[in-house]
């Protein structure tokens, strides 16, 4: 796996550690979980990935929702990025503002609006293929400060933007959908079940929904073993409603 996607997969493994920590009572099992965590965390911050580190400690403020204890959690994983060396000059604004992704998510933009219904067809290689894609011209084309130079990187750092450039309004309006009924799902496991079991596990899968969004906006996140995260995530949260909506239809059986 490139670096910068690791963070998918050990964020993800991350909340899970957390949440199954604060659920068990047996010290075998916390200590395991505890380890896990400790792990996973620093092989997220250890990647350097300025998306990654944001969305763990995202996921970690939504999982304090959950458990109040959790903010030692925080604590403990802003200790290990001070610790890191290099990791403080990742997180400074001017690495921000002055990060390439931002001209490769111009330049995409510039694609999308010269293909916005169906986008420039679906492959990993057609947007770097100059017998469809003219790159070079639509570079020039941009304000000089949005410019890149040689070589100019030939696939989008942005999810949304990746589907959209490859399957135009259509596609990304698809994703979007799926992406709005998965939280529509935890929220409707919030109001049909009140108990803790469904109401921890709704919150971990929301921490990781978030904890996938947000570098998602910083690479492509839809290939590889970040899809089989993503589509682990959707089956796991699936699978929670499922129950919720069976407990819920007993319930109402048991009483009439």
Not at 59 to 72: D, M, P, Q, W
């Amino acid at each position: 796996m490139q670096t910068d996607l690791i963070g998918f997969t050990t964020t993800f493994a991350s909340i899970l550690a957390l949440h199954l920590f604060n659920n068990n009572k047996t010290v075998t099992y916390k200590i395991l979980f505890f380890t896990c965590f400790l792990i996973t965390t620093a092989a997220t911050i250890l990647t350097q990935s300025r998306g990654s580190v944001i969305g763990l400690f995202s996921s970690f403020i939504i999982l304090c929702f959950a458990n109040k204890r959790n903010v030692i959690f925080i604590v403990l994983a802003a200790l290990l990025i001070f610790l890191m060396p290099g990791m403080s000059d990742r997180i400074k604004n001017e690495s921000f503002i002055k990060d390439v992704r931002i001209k490769v998510n111009r330049l995409t933009l510039e694609i999308i609006k010269d293909h916005p219904v169906t986008g420039i067809g679906f492959g990993m290689e057609i947007y770097g293929n100059k017998n469809i894609i003219d790159l070079e011209k639509l570079n020039r084309q941009l304000p000089p400060e949005y410019q890149q130079n040689d070589p100019i990187v030939v696939y989008p750092h942005n999810t949304i933007l990746d589907i959209a450039v490859r399957t135009g309004i259509i596609g990304v309006a698809l994703f979007l959908y799926i992406l709005i009924t998965s939280l529509w799902m935890l929220w409707r496991t919030l109001k049909l079940k009140k108990d803790e079991y469904f109401r921890s596990w709704a919150i971990c899968l929301f921490a990781c929904f978030v904890s996938y969004m947000i570098p998602a906006f910083f690479a492509d996140a839809t290939f590889g073993p970040v899809a089989v995260v993503f589509y682990t995530m959707l089956a796991m949260i699936t699978i929670l409603w499922n129950l919720a909506r069976q407990e819920k239809t007993k319930g109402i059986i048991s009483s009439s």
